[in-house]
């Protein structure tokens, strides 16, 4: 990868905070709990999933996109894919290059079929990662720094492979307790300065290492389990985050973050929340030394 970013490209991302210009997302149009696949999932099996509350709250937080100057894609969804609004695990973009993900489970295989046709048609280059399984929900970016989740989505060899084929980054494996999802859901870098972590699902070491590059907010047992951790960033300290997480989005609040709430609660219930929700494919950064 030797790409650099340039103002024509359509395609460019170096951190997960830089100033987001391009997202894909889909809308929850079948969303269901078909088979349980995480912990939250199995809190709201019997509950299940009210579409209609769904789909008007994807609408709003679609709509807060645009309004912040964002360029919203949405892929075409299918029956079959009940897990589909959940973009950010189908692949990532790292430089211009979009990553294209192997999915984990058999209700979500088949997913990134939608993604590869959209870029096929787009005309857009991509990098299939089929030989390895991997998430894009367990992928960070930090710059020269890749972060990658070790779960029951994502392998170590996984890990090797992007090193191997990302010889200027420094990837960095984190193996965090199987029972969470994605490490989004424990995880995130929202600033150069700053990250959001769930401590309990982390080893100590791991732990230690975090503190020593950012400082961190540690987000409680009740605000994790609302996918407190699970925040987007669109740039200049804007985070989308849901308004039940009350003291994660005062400590943003207090650090100088612009705190956005849309209520996303009926599409958390499937174990994800505005992270996992959008796929981002142009960030703009100041840094053109980033590659």
Not at 160 to 173: A, D, G, K, M, Y
Not at 224 to 248: A, D, H, W
Request: hydrophobic share 35%; glycine share 6%.
């Amino acid at each position: 990868m030797t790409e650099s970013p340039n103002t024509n490209s359509k395609t460019f991302c170096a951190s997960e905070y830089d100033v987001l210009k391009r997202v894909i997302l889909c809308q929850p149009q079948y969303m269901t709990i078909r088979e349980v696949i995480n912990e939250t999932q199995k809190y709201f099996i019997n509950e299940g999933i009210h579409i209609e509350r769904a789909l008007e709250q994807h609408g709003e937080f679609v709509k807060t996109l645009k309004k912040h100057g964002v360029e919203v894609i949405l892929l075409p969804y299918h029956k079959k894919y009940p897990e589909q609004v959940f973009t950010r695990d189908i692949g990532f973009t790292l430089g211009q290059t979009i990553f294209v993900a192997k999915m984990a489970t058999d209700v979500r295989s088949g997913e990134e079929n939608v993604l590869k046709q959209w870029l096929e048609d787009e005309e857009s280059p991509y990098y299939n990662l089929g030989a390895e399984r991997i998430e894009g929900g367990d992928v960070l970016i930090d710059r020269e720094t890749i972060f990658v989740g070790l779960s029951n989505r994502t392998d170590q060899k996984a890990a090797e492979h992007l090193q191997r084929l990302l010889n200027q980054f420094n990837v960095i494996p984190i193996p965090f307790k199987e029972k969470y999802l994605h490490l989004d859901c424990i995880f995130n870098v929202v600033s150069p300065e700053v990250a959001l972590v769930y401590p309990n699902a982390l080893t100590k070491k791991d732990i230690e290492f975090l503190a020593s590059r950012y400082e961190l907010i540690e987000v409680s047992e009740e605000e994790q389990f609302q996918l407190g951790t699970n925040v987007l960033s669109i740039g200049n300290k804007r985070i989308f985050s849901l308004p039940v997480n009350e003291k994660v989005n005062k400590q943003l609040y207090n650090r100088g973050f612009q705190v956005i709430e849309v209520d996303i609660t009926e599409i958390i219930k499937s174990g994800g929340s505005f992270r996992c929700c959008t796929l981002p494919v142009l960030r703009e950064t100041l840094n053109t030394n980033i590659q």
